[in-house]
């Protein structure tokens, strides 16, 4: 069992940054590759970033490419999604998700969920 924890969220002009943190339970952090993902309302669940187990492998969706930045930290049990150059319609519920092993872009593939933060960037 994994527990995940975001947090960073918040309220952000147009050009702003800001940085996502997730913290997980458990000591078999490594073992898991991790995945970002967002949310605006009435629209479905997208995929944003993920990073191999180890982090040398991470992948993007276009819409975020150049501007954010995954990582993580195995010691620390956490993974972070560093967003600069935020746009408007980076406006969304940005969660974290473990996925045992492999990397994918498909949501329904993650085995655990954090609860989610919320990230407004106003024009």
């Known amino acids: 069992q994994v527990q995940l924890v975001e947090s960073g969220g918040g309220l952000v002009q147009a050009g702003d940054s800001l940085r996502l943190s997730c913290a997980a339970s458990?000591?078999?952090?490594?073992?898991?590759?991790m995945g970002w993902f967002r949310q605006a309302p009435g629209k479905e669940r997208e995929f944003v970033a993920n990073?191999?187990?180890?982090?040398?492998?991470?992948y993007y969706a276009d819409s975020v490419k150049g501007r954010f930045t995954i990582s993580r930290d195995n010691a620390k049990n956490t993974v972070y999604l560093q967003m600069n150059s935020l746009k408007p319609e980076d406006t969304a519920v940005y969660y974290c998700a473990a996925r045992a092993y492999l990397m994918t872009t498909m949501a329904r593939e993650y085995d655990y969920w954090g609860q989610g933060t919320q990230v407004t960037v106003s024009s």
């Open positions: 990073i191999s187990r180890s982090g040398s492998n991470t």
């Open positions: 458990g000591r078999t952090f490594s073992m898991y590759a």
